[in-house]
Nanobody, 121 residues
């Protein structure tokens, strides 16, 4: 069993910063891609940023230059540094990891429970 736990969400004024963290625990053998997604009320969940095992990153256009994704493979963790936040960034943010466990030797996607980010104008 694998569990992802997120932290770091909260309420911030426009122009402010937040850092989200997500750590995985359980019977982890390897982790491949890691990513952050978000879902605003009434909207579909959308990709924010991803990072591969080798550190290659990909960002949704609206967050490029403002958000930075990083990972610490030794800690099974992924982070999202969010700067210059805007009210339209308000959403529940979810981390996701592609994990191979000690008993299931193929990649399977796991999700965190979500952390709320609210940006006031």
């Amino acid at each position: 069993h694998v569990q992802l736990v997120e932290s770091g969400g909260g309420l911030v004024q426009a122009g402010g910063s937040l850092r989200l963290s997500c750590a995985a625990s359980g019977s982890i053998a390897r982790i491949n891609n890691m990513g952050w997604y978000r879902q605003a009320p009434g909207k579909q969940r959308e990709l924010v940023a991803t990072i591969t095992r080798t550190g290659s990153t990909n960002y949704e256009d609206s967050v490029k230059g403002r958000f930075t994704i990083s990972r610490d493979s030794a800690k099974n963790a992924v982070y999202l540094q969010m700067n210059s936040l805007k009210p339209e960034d308000t959403a529940a943010y979810y981390c996701s990891m592609a994990v191979a466990t000690t008993d299931i030797p193929y990649w399977r996607d796991y999700w965190g429970q979500g952390t709320q980010v609210t940006v006031s104008s």
